[in-house]
């Protein structure tokens, strides 16, 4: 029995990430001809075209879309193993993370977790990109190295996950608004004008479920994208933002925080990341100090 070239895997993961013969000749270094027929030898081998023309470009079949995961992690795999195990040395660590967070999570845990990689891995960069959807594409193509968030139905049921804390919702107004003082009840609550945070652009949110199942309706006068816009309308109106407490505690400095009158559902924040990125020595260490930080804030 003949074996199959296991270089092809490599050629495979490269042709499929990258969708173009072309690309994936520059970046494996090869001629374009000498791409076309390791695409020809893996037509052959795998039984399926892979990629079929559409227009001017490329598209992977349904085979491709279905090997597409599974080839990326064995050729992790494969490298990773076949790497020599080397010695983290933080003091000379020069790297770059990207990392994709919701609004509020730099604000409150950026000065910590910055302090820490100064002081461990001077020569660490950590860019942090807005995250806009629970789409987990840019984890699996490594154009980001983690995320944090709440775990959705969208998220692949290949990345990995760890829960960094539990949040709960709040009220929060600006200072001398009529709910700063006196006993909150749901009916003074959903009597207010509030603005509602939604990513997707809802006109309802969790609030509303809660104040249905009593009989309770609130106005909402504007809907929008983040914890941060709907702290900064509320700072200077009359309008209540309700955001997760833990999350965005230093975007309600000098405001007025109140207990919700009903219970809400609580939020669990999670960090996430591909397997592949699992025994990266520098990847482990830098999931380790988001968690230490984030662990100190709960406890402090």
């Known amino acids: ?61 349904p085979r491709a879309l279905e090997l597409r995961e599974r080839v990326s992690v064995l050729v992790q795999e494969a490298l990773a193993m076949l790497r020599p195990t080397e010695q983290l040395e933080l003091k000379q660590l020069v790297r770059t993370f990207t990392l994709r967070t919701s609004d509020g999570f730099v604000e409150n845990f950026g000065p910590r977790l910055i302090a820490r990689l100064m002081q461990e891995a001077p020569h660490v960069r950590l860019n942090f990109v807005q995250k806009l959807n629970k789409d987990s594409t840019q984890l699996r193509n490594g154009t980001v190295d983690l995320e944090t968030g709440v775990i959705g139905e969208s998220t692949s049921p290949e990345i990995r996950t760890r829960m960094l804390f539990r949040d709960h919702f709040t009220g929060v107004v600006r200072m001398g608004h009529a709910l700063s003082e006196g006993a909150i009840t749901p009916a003074r609550y959903a009597a207010q004008k509030h603005v509602l945070v939604s990513r997707r ?17 609130r106005e909402i006068i ?51 990341w591909h397997p592949r990125m699992d025994a990266d020595p520098a990847h482990r260490w830098l999931r380790g100090c988001i968690w230490e930080v984030c662990s100190e804030s709960e406890s402090a």
Request: hydrophobic share 50%.
């Open 1 to 61: 029995m003949s074996l199959p070239d296991l270089n092809l895997l490599i050629t495979l993961d490269v042709l499929l990430a990258e969708g173009s013969v072309a690309r994936a000749a520059r970046r494996l270094r090869l001629s374009p001809s000498a791409m076309s027929r390791a695409l020809a030898r893996l037509r052959e081998t795998t039984g399926d075209p892979l990629l079929v023309r559409a227009g001017r470009g490329l598209v992977p079949t």
């Open 201 to 217: 652009g809802d006109d309802k949110g969790v609030m509303d479920e809660a104040l249905a199942l009593l009989g309770l309706e």
């Open 222 to 272: 504007t809907v929008v994208g983040g914890f941060s816009a709907a702290l900064a309308l509320a700072r200077a109106s009359d309008l209540v933002a309700t955001v997760p407490q833990r999350h965005v505690g230093n975007l309600c400095d000098g405001m007025q925080r109140f207990a919700l009158p009903f219970p809400t559902p609580q939020i669990s924040v999670s960090m996430l």
